[in-house]
Structures are given as C-alpha cells and as structure tokens.
C-alpha cells in the first residue's frame, strides 16, 4: 500500500487546514504522526480499523479531527485553532493488517508498516 499525504501549508495562528492522505489499497488503523527537527516523530490523532475509535495526543484534543471516506481509500485530519507549536512536517500512516483487533489504536511508529511522504504544515503570522 502506498499512502500519500497532501494539504499542508502556510498558515496564521488559529487558522485552519485539513491533510489527505490517499491510500492506493485497503487500510486498516490509521493514524496521522508529526514530526520537527531533532525530535521523535509523535503520535497526533489515530483512528481504529473499525473507524469507530478515536484517539488524540492531548496537545490537539479538541481541535483536531481525523476521519476516514472507505469509497477513497482516504484518510484526513481536519486541524482548527492552530498554534505555532503545531509546526510541524505530518505523516499519514497505516497498518497492514489488524493486529491490535477492529476497535485497537496504535500509537507507536512501530505499530504501523505504510508511511506517507510527509506534508509539511506551518503556523507562523
């Protein structure tokens, strides 16, 4: 499977964006990761198989929203109220198969075996 992550951008404080991530096949869990220079890519906002759980990283409960159209094959995260610590390069990510079970989120890089190439979102007035 093949993700690719698109919608990043330039954006003022409290503005808004919503990234793609358009898979080529079937996914499983997916869930969308940021990561700034010299850091640990971190876990964002993550959606189980099922699509009937959600999980978010406390710094964007509330303002982030990760959804899932099955009829794309695509994943999106809706970001409002965003804040210069938002800046960031995101990845979309996927698993290749259910390992956690339907309704499991994982949250760990190495929990998930598809990567995006990263879109790279900036908060700065």
């Known amino acids: 499977v093949q993700l690719q992550a698109s919608g990043g951008g330039l954006v003022p404080p409290g503005g808004s964006l919503r990234l793609s991530c358009a898979a080529s096949?079937?996914?499983?869990?997916t869930a969308w990761f940021r990561q700034v220079p010299g850091k640990d890519r971190e876990f964002v906002a993550g959606l189980s198989s099922s699509g009937t759980t959600t999980w978010y990283a406390d710094s964007v409960k509330g303002r982030f929203t990760i959804s899932r159209d099955d009829s794309k094959n695509a994943v999106y995260l809706q970001m409002n109220s965003l804040k210069p610590e938002d800046t960031a390069v995101y990845y979309c990510a996927s698993e290749g198969s259910e390992r956690g079970g339907r309704d499991y989120v994982p949250v760990r890089t190495y929990e998930y075996d598809y990567w995006g190439q990263g879109t790279q979102v900036t908060v700065s007035s």
């Open positions: 096949g079937r996914t499983y869990a």
